[in-house]
């Protein structure tokens, strides 16, 4: 419980202090005209209120990524927690801010024309490539996980190519919503409802915290359990813990999403609040998650600890998505019928809500590149239907593997995007705050080693020797 109560304090603290430090270095201009106010055109740059942004800002990052990614992560054991505090606070809020402030500085440009911008064309044509590769792999894994979970309660599915269970029938229906989502102007669908997804997201986080601190508070994982590694698979806690909290401590996947909203600002400095704010939000999602996960499956009469007792859950259900069986054991046990239920459709809404505003983004980035007007309709769906059909054929692909990849390629776009926040900081801002670039190139820095360290030892990579 003291290392809970701690880290979700210093959230809060980083965001009053640390926040407004990249803010002032970022150097806000509040007197400067949007491109929500000087593009305006009905479709994706549509004027919004600052508060209706962040909570969009907020379904749109946090999809499955704080809770599974906080739930496989916890399986390291509790220097998981030390990881989305401190990542969120120095790394994925400064990512998300820049991405952010960056995109509304360039006139909403997309992710790969603001990095591009800053570390070169080569660099931005891999950046689309790559973005496009990231957005395709996470639509992937925010379909799979709501439509199992979906699954679960009203059945219907089929088999894949491994013999597990596929939701077909859910993933059709969610496919024809995404279709809707992904080419109506962004103020009809995702301005107009979004907004009440987020807050059961927030409402299923906030009741799952009180009964964890109100009648488990005792079993809870502790740093000073010790940080060893945990983890019963063989797999090392670095790098692959950093890789596995993925949108919980800093997602490239964020990059993605914030030009949307930034398309949307109508002042400078509703910034900090929108960006920086909705990450530490995630953050504190991700604590909560990580916390009910090593908190829940703890039995002392056996004694099995929580993360121990969630080791021993995981090795009953070989192959099966065990975060998201983990979410719907949690839920409905702690929150009973009604507010099990609304905490899975929390669930359940907020990975569907990122998947369809990441192929939003993915049509945003292809219409960039094509310098394409996206007000006719034809041309947004000449656009997203190749990629509806990419997304469907890797539905048949076993999760545990999409996942991993998805993890590596969205840390490996957050390193990129982090570089180009440091070029920019450094000759823009270098004049008044000479050494403001360390902000963006100290996490940019941790950020490559991760990466470069992952594959070089991951299963999916050369699965060379940790020395």
């Known amino acids: 419980m003291i290392t809970f109560i701690v880290a979700l304090i210093l959230l809060v603290v980083g965001f009053l202090t640390y926040g407004v430090l990249v803010e002032k270095i970022f150097g806000v201009e509040p007197e400067r005209k949007t491109p929500a106010v000087t593009k305006t055109d009905g479709v994706d740059f549509v004027p919004m209120a600052p508060w209706r942004i962040f909570l969009v800002q907020f379904l749109n990052i946090a999809g499955l990524g704080p809770i599974f990614g906080a739930i496989m992560g916890i399986f390291y054991g509790p220097a998981a927690f030390l990881w989305i505090v401190f990542g969120t606070i120095f790394a994925g809020g400064v990512h998300d801010y820049l991405s952010g402030m960056l995109s509304i500085r360039k006139g909403g440009a997309s992710l790969p024309d603001i990095v591009g911008d800053e570390l070169g064309n080569g660099v931005k044509v891999f950046m689309r490539v790559l973005s496009l590769v990231l957005l395709i792999l996470l639509t992937t894994t925010f379909l799979s996980g709501p439509a199992t979970l979906l699954q679960g309660l009203a059945g219907l599915g089929t088999m894949d190519f491994q013999g597990h269970m596929v939701p077909i029938v859910w993933v059709l229906i969610i496919f024809g919503y995404y279709a809707l989502a992904t080419v109506l102007p962004v103020d009809k669908l995702i301005g107009r409802f979004y907004p009440i997804f987020g807050a059961i997201l927030l409402f299923m986080g906030v009741g799952i915290m009180i009964v964890m601190l109100g009648w488990h508070s005792g079993e809870m994982p502790e740093v000073m359990d010790g940080l060893h590694n945990r983890q019963t698979n063989g797999l090392p806690l670095f790098p692959m813990m950093f890789v596995s909290i993925a949108c919980g401590a800093i997602s490239g996947f964020h990059g993605t999403q914030s030009p949307i909203m930034a398309r949307c600002v109508t002042n400078e400095r509703q910034g900090r609040w929108i960006f920086y704010g909705a990450m530490v939000a995630e953050g504190i999602l991700a604590l909560i998650w990580a916390a009910a996960a090593g908190t829940f499956f703890a039995d002392p009469e056996q004694g099995l600890y929580g993360i121990d007792g969630l080791q021993a859950f995981a090795a009953q259900h070989p192959g099966e998505n065990i975060a998201a069986l983990v979410i719907d054991r949690v839920s409905r046990s702690w929150l009973g019928t009604v507010g099990g239920i609304l905490a899975i459709i929390g669930v359940?809404?907020?990975?569907?809500?990122?998947?369809?505003?990441?192929?939003?983004?993915?049509?945003?980035?292809?219409?960039?590149?094509?310098?394409?007007?996206?007000?006719?309709?034809?041309?947004?769906?000449?656009?997203?239907?190749?990629?509806?059909?990419?997304?469907?054929?890797?539905?048949?692909?076993?999760?545990?593997?999409?996942?991993?990849?998805?993890?590596?390629?969205?840390?490996?776009?957050?390193?990129?995007?982090?570089?180009?926040?440091?070029?920019?900081?450094?000759?823009?801002?270098?004049?008044?705050?000479?050494?403001?670039?360390?902000?963006?190139?100290?996490?940019?820095?941790?950020?490559?080693?991760?990466?470069?360290?992952?594959?070089?030892?991951?299963?999916?990579?050369?699965?060379?020797?940790?020395?």
């Open 348 to 467: 359940i809404a907020a990975p569907i809500t990122s998947g369809d505003t990441a192929l939003r983004s993915a049509r945003l980035i292809v219409a960039d590149f094509l310098k394409w007007d996206q007000r006719p309709i034809p041309r947004r769906l000449i656009i997203a239907l190749p990629l509806f059909l990419c997304v469907f054929g890797m539905v048949f692909v076993d999760f545990n593997i999409v996942w991993r990849y998805f993890a590596w390629t969205n840390q490996s776009l957050a390193v990129f995007t982090l570089w180009a926040g440091t070029v920019w900081l450094y000759k823009y801002r270098r004049d008044k705050y000479p050494y403001g670039w360390l902000i963006a190139a100290i996490p940019a820095a941790f950020m490559t080693v991760v990466c470069i360290s992952y594959i070089l030892i991951a299963p999916e990579g050369f699965h060379l020797h940790l020395w």
